[in-house]
């Protein structure tokens, strides 16, 4: 789901990086440091997932669990996102440097958004929280390939068939990163519920 150099316009680059910047800030600015290793985890995790890529005509799939990793890092997560994509860039050239912010914003908003969603929805029950959380794992890939659609777009209309061919192959990753949420959720809900609850909530108990 990497967007490659070259592809966007210069304007939805310049634009990417500057709003990819800010969110970043914001991010590092509301992390917690009882929230590092949490998020040196879930980097590692989302770093490790995405370079993963399987081959599907002129694109290729991987998982990036965007809803997973704004569940357990909540206003961190893009700052997660972020590291993870800038460390791909340098070390594997997935991506490269110019879209690293248009990238960031693919797969950073829908984490932000889907952990809110999961705080708000999740419940007190261990059932609830494990459903609710692989609602949240797919609905985070539906809005990342939903956004892929949208900048791709703005490449003109020769991506028109590479959109529609992206859609379509992140199906399985949707249902995919669906279930290992779930089953992720339930798991941290029965062994440490703590870490479900944002840092602000876990300073006040």
Not at 23 to 41: F, G, H, M, Q
Not at 112 to 126: D, I, M, P, S, V
Not at 176 to 185: D, L, N, Q, R
Request: glycine share 12%; net charge positive.
């Amino acid at each position: 789901m990497h967007i490659s150099d070259g592809v966007l316009p210069i304007s939805v680059t310049v634009g990417g990086y500057v709003a990819g910047a800010a969110l970043a800030a914001l991010s590092a600015r509301r992390t917690k440091s009882e929230d590092l290793p949490k998020l040196a985890v879930m980097t590692s995790a989302f770093f490790v997932a995405s370079l993963v890529h399987v081959p599907f005509g002129p694109t290729s799939v991987h998982l990036i669990l965007p809803g997973l990793t704004g569940a357990l890092l909540g206003q961190s997560a893009f700052l997660s996102i972020s590291l993870g994509l800038l460390l791909q860039s340098l070390l594997f050239q997935f991506g490269g440097l110019t879209a690293l912010g248009a990238n960031a914003l693919m797969m950073g908003l829908p984490a932000l958004a889907c952990g809110w969603l999961f705080q708000k929805f999740k419940g007190r029950t261990r059932m609830r929280q494990a459903v609710v959380g692989g609602l949240i794992g797919a609905l985070g890939t539906v809005l990342a390939a939903t956004i892929l659609a949208l900048l791709l777009i703005t490449g003109g209309e020769d991506f028109f068939g590479v959109v529609k061919i992206a859609l379509l192959a992140h199906v399985p990753v949707i249902i995919i990163e669906g279930v290992i949420s779930a089953f992720t959720i339930a798991f941290l809900g029965r062994v440490k519920p703590v870490l479900l609850e944002p840092s602000f909530l876990r300073q006040a108990q």
